[in-house]
């Protein structure tokens, strides 16, 4: 029954954060505009969602009911919307979730969202560079999800590999950008891993062969 609640709270919480990002389209424009006098930073898209889709999010939440994944790490927290699809998944399965954001109005921002969605005692919200923030990670990863600045992909999944066990799923958001294709031909190279499309490209899952 309360799981319930918990369950119709959150995604009355998702909703509103869709509706909310709805704005995201003149910002990425406003934001994009900015690349033409200087480099892109990330501090100009402080403003904006970028999220996963409703789609993915469901079926986020039903890949770590089915696989009962309970350590889950995301790398881009954003204000929070696949953040509360894994929170979703964890009610289920007794787990948690570290998220990383590198904009601390941002990361702010989702904190009080989780606090008023009541899974705030399911997230860690890590405030900074993913690099930093997740650099003494010890605990072994069942499910990480990587959906910040693509540069970092490779990186990132190097330096948290030693937390992978052989049942470990890495989610892969925007493997059709120009950005994520060099992370994925290395990974791809690796004889350890099985890479897997979903969404025609858009999402790549990677397991151990
Ligand atoms: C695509 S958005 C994440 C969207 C979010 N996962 C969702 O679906 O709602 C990428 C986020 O990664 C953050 N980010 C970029 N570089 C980062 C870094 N080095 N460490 C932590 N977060 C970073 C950005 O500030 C941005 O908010």
Known sequence: MEMNMNKEKTNSVINELFLDSRGDFFKMIKAVSKGVIRPLQPEDFKDLYLSISKEQGEDLTQLIIKNNYKNIVEFGTSFGIS??????????????IITTELI???????????????????INVKIGDAMKTLKDHTTPIDLLVLDGWKDLYLPLFRML???????TLVYVDNADMKETQHFLDVISQN???????????????????
């Open 191 to 209: 004889p350890t891993y099985h890479l897997q499309p979903m969404y025609n490209g858009k999402v790549y899952l990677i397991s151990s062969l």
């Open 104 to 122: 601390e109005s941002k990361a702010q921002k989702a904190i009080t969202t989780f606090k008023k969605a009541e899974v705030d005692h399911l």
């Open 161 to 167: 590999a030693p937390n992978f066990h052989k049942d």
């Open 83 to 96: 953040t509360l699809y894994l929170a979703l998944g964890a009610m289920e399965t007794d787990g948690s």
